[in-house]
């Protein structure tokens, strides 16, 4: 009977679910892992990062854009609380993520241990499921109980802890097997009841003015297509979340945009109030979304389909409840409401449109410095292929690339931490995204605060000579809270303001390819030129900051 040691097993398994990738970064406990990498032929690339955090955020932007199962790994102690935030991010994004941290031995548990925490207290509860594996001979049953777990139902992130010792330990080969679907979600699709298809059904048809609002769950399922024909079949607009932006391409006569208060405008938010029946697909149905529950107005009547139970009805009463996959209850709706004429609602949106065109177009072609982000926003559009993925962390670039950003295909072109909104997302997640997408270009945006969090990741990029293109909106501050402090504190400014960094410079002595941009006209050309480049480059764009700006966040509009 063959053996292989802990490690080995481990390994096997990842391979036999179909994992290619994993980003992480080495420590003493994951030695043996390691070698096991190292002498295996697996066909798994291993992406060695300088931060945990960019290990996982580059395994959520893989797993985004291909549908499988992310993977990251790190040591025991620091690793472990390193990798947790983005841990969190794909979990509550319902990314399929896996995270992988080894641990002491379990021979020195309670012996004061370099690095010994509680893993399984510390990730339980912010994943799926998480397990410490105490003994070698369940690694191959608790790999594929994690890859269930991580594809099936609402997906999610699960963390496993793999100890020194159990990583040397024999296990039987002939154990050590995989059900390869499980390698991607979603690996088995919940079918909706008859009866909840029917009741929602009979309230779509019974509306005079429906609005479809999707999120992420849309794209997850990848109900594109079904998603297409039931807006058409309804005649009724759509609005996306910002997880939910390419449920539907820009272009679709019946697409009015992103709504809530991070990227969307008056006109779009219009279209809901103006809503008698608000049908929420693959949505949670949150704060940002409803505008703290204001938008759909009370009293409006819900529809809402979900994979996970326990989103429906948490936040509206609902009228009809579906649970079910996104692609199955879409499909069956689509077969069971009636035919409605689309002008009215394809008239609504063509004014909602056009009245958000007005606001943005001025800003967009204005040669005012520092160059506002409208007019970064429309220069990129207007030099990057359909096919181009943005990256974008949260502060100065999701609420304008949400709300402006041409998405010209359906799908997952557009990426943004929304979850927990952390700095210093995009650029390590733009790696995965290349690594999951390479033949399409990759654009991280970002803020100069988060540049502050991840410009170590240029190393990793040059090392691995990824061709992915960083832009830094630069402004010198925190911008997002600056802007609150503006709105809602009488302008009473306090520790958002820092030095302004020549992040061309920076990112020069890394080896990047970089620009710095002050003068509108010169940004398209700059541009341009940073994307037909070979290898990695960086644009330093010197931008108006929030607090001066006319974002589209509707509490600041307020």
């Keep these: 009977m063959n053996q292989l040691s802990g490690a080995e097993a481990f390994v096997r398994m990842l391979q036999h679910h179909g994992v290619t990738h994993v980003f992480g970064l080495c420590g003493d406990t994951s030695l043996p892992l390691y070698?096991?990498?190292?002498?295996?032929?697996?066909?798994?690339?291993?992406?060695?990062?300088?931060?945990?955090?960019?290990?996982?955020?580059?395994?959520?932007?893989?797993?985004?854009?291909?549908?499988?199962v992310g993977v990251c790994e790190g040591p025991s102690g620091?690793?472990?609380?390193?990798?947790?935030?983005?841990?969190?991010?794909?979990?509550?994004?319902?990314?399929?993520?896996?995270?992988?941290?080894?641990?002491?031995?379990?021979s020195s548990r309670g012996k004061y241990t370099l690095t010994e925490l509680d893993q399984e207290a510390l990730f339980r509860p912010l994943s799926k499921w998480t397990s410490v594996i105490d003994r070698a001979t369940d690694i191959p049953s608790i790999l594929r109980r994690a890859f269930r777990t991580m594809t099936t139902?609402?997906?999610?992130?699960?963390?496993?802890?793999?100890?020194?010792?159990?990583q040397r330990a024999p296990v039987d080969e002939q154990d050590v097997w995989a059900d390869r679907r499980f390698?991607?979600?979603?690996?088995?699709?919940?079918a909706p009841d008859p009866a909840a298809i029917e009741a929602a059904a009979k309230a779509i048809d019974s509306a005079s003015r429906?609005?479809?609002?999707?999120?992420?769950?849309?794209?997850?399922?990848?109900?594109?297509?079904?998603?297409?024909?039931?807006?058409?079949?309804?005649?009724?607009?759509?609005?996306?979340?910002?997880?939910?932006?390419?449920?539907?391409?820009?272009?679709?006569?019946?697409?009015?945009?992103?709504?809530?208060?991070?990227?969307?405008?008056?006109?779009?938010?219009?279209?809901?109030?103006?809503?008698?029946?608000?049908?929420?697909?693959?949505?949670?149905?949150?704060?940002?979304?409803?505008?703290?529950?204001?938008?759909?107005?009370?009293?409006?009547?819900?529809?809402?389909?979900?994979?996970?139970?326990?989103?429906?009805?948490?936040?509206?009463?609902?009228?009809?409840?579906?649970?079910?996959?996104?692609?199955?209850?879409?499909?069956?709706?689509?077969a069971s409401v009636s035919r409605r004429d689309p002008a009215e609602a394809i008239a609504m949106v063509a004014r909602a449109r056009a009245e958000k065109e007005a606001a943005y177009r001025p800003l967009a072609l204005s040669d005012e410095r520092p160059i506002k982000p409208e007019r970064l926003v429309a220069e990129l559009a207007a030099v990057l292929d359909d096919d181009a993925v943005i990256v974008?962390?949260?502060?100065?670039?999701?609420?304008?690339?949400?709300?402006?950003?041409?998405?010209?295909?359906?799908?997952?072109?557009?990426?943004t931490n929304r979850a927990h909104g952390a700095l210093g997302y995009s650029l390590p997640g733009a790696v995965g995204a290349w690594y999951g997408r390479p033949s399409s270009k990759v654009v991280a945006v970002m803020g100069d605060g988060s540049f502050g969090f991840s410009c170590g990741e240029m190393e990793t990029i040059v090392r691995n000579r990824v061709p992915v293109t960083m832009v830094v909106v630069s402004n010198a501050v925190y911008g997002w809270i600056k802007a609150g402090q503006k709105t809602a504190y009488d302008g009473r400014y306090f520790s958002v303001d820092f030095n302004r960094t020549d992040h061309a410079a920076v990112a020069a002595a890394f080896g990047v390819r970089s620009w710095r941009v002050e003068d509108p006209a010169e940004l398209r050309q700059t541009l341009r030129a940073a994307i037909a480049h070979g290898g990695p480059t960086l644009v330093d764009v010197v931008c108006q900051p929030l607090n001066e700006a006319r974002a589209p966040v509707s509490e600041w509009v307020a």
């Design 392 to 415: 974008a962390d949260p502060g100065t670039p999701c609420p304008y690339f949400s709300a402006f950003y041409p998405k010209r295909r359906a799908g997952r072109w557009f990426i």
């Design 183 to 190: 390698g991607a979600a979603p690996a088995a699709r919940v």
């Design 153 to 166: 139902g609402r997906p999610g992130a699960v963390h496993l802890g793999l100890p020194f010792d159990v």
């Design 78 to 106: 620091g690793g472990a609380t390193y990798i947790l935030p983005g841990v969190v991010e794909a979990h509550e994004s319902s990314i399929p993520l896996l995270a992988v941290t080894t641990d002491i031995s379990m």
């Design 210 to 334: 429906p609005v479809l609002v999707l999120g992420g769950g849309v794209i997850l399922s990848q109900a594109e297509a079904e998603l297409a024909a039931l807006a058409e079949r309804m005649g009724a607009p759509v609005c996306t979340t910002i997880s939910g932006q390419g449920s539907l391409p820009d272009s679709h006569p019946l697409h009015a945009g992103v709504v809530g208060s991070n990227g969307g405008v008056a006109a779009t938010r219009a279209i809901v109030d103006a809503a008698d029946l608000v049908v929420f697909v693959g949505c949670r149905a949150g704060s940002v979304t409803t505008e703290r529950w204001r938008h759909p107005k009370p009293g409006t009547r819900i529809v809402h389909v979900d994979v996970e139970p326990g989103v429906i009805g948490a936040n509206f009463q609902t009228e009809a409840g579906v649970v079910g996959d996104a692609r199955l209850a879409l499909a069956a709706l689509a």
């Design 35 to 68: 070698d096991a990498l190292a002498r295996l032929d697996h066909g798994i690339t291993h992406v060695l990062t300088r931060d945990e955090r960019s290990a996982a955020y580059m395994a959520d932007c893989y797993a985004r854009v291909t549908g499988k």
